[in-house]
């Protein structure tokens, strides 16, 4: 079983940049493809990226192409997102999530876990 916990969030204008980061437990993050996913009110989470479990294969929401960029660390269990040039359409509740498998789903099933979100706020 993974738990997992984010960080990073906040406000900020826009065209600016955020670190996210989620911490995962235990001794096998390795073996866990991680997927980051956002959810602004009234609508439905959505895909922002994904990250295999070695870390070789990274995927991107067309909407965040070229803007941020989501990594790993397993040898300290943790997982990155580098937002740059945010926009305010950005700001959302971000989760990370976990699946035990080489890449993960760009939806949100197929994650059996999740952190418990990070407020992100892009004021124009």
């Known amino acids: 079983q993974v738990q997992l916990v984010e960080s990073g969030g906040g406000l900020v204008q826009a065209g600016g940049s955020l670190r996210l980061s989620c911490a995962a437990s235990g001794r096998t993050f390795s073996t866990y493809a991680m997927g980051w996913f956002r959810q602004a009110p009234k609508k439905e989470r959505e895909f922002v990226a994904r990250?295999?479990?070695?870390?070789?294969?990274?995927t991107y929401a067309d909407s965040v192409k070229g803007r941020f960029t989501i990594s790993r660390d397993n040898a300290k269990n943790t997982v990155y997102l580098q937002m740059n040039s945010l926009k305010p359409e950005d700001g959302a509740v971000y989760y990370c999530a976990a699946a035990r498998m080489g890449l993960g789903p760009v939806i949100p099933y197929g994650y059996a876990y999740w952190g418990q979100g990070t407020q992100v706020t892009v004021s124009s």
């Open positions: 990250i295999s479990a070695s870390g070789g294969v990274t």
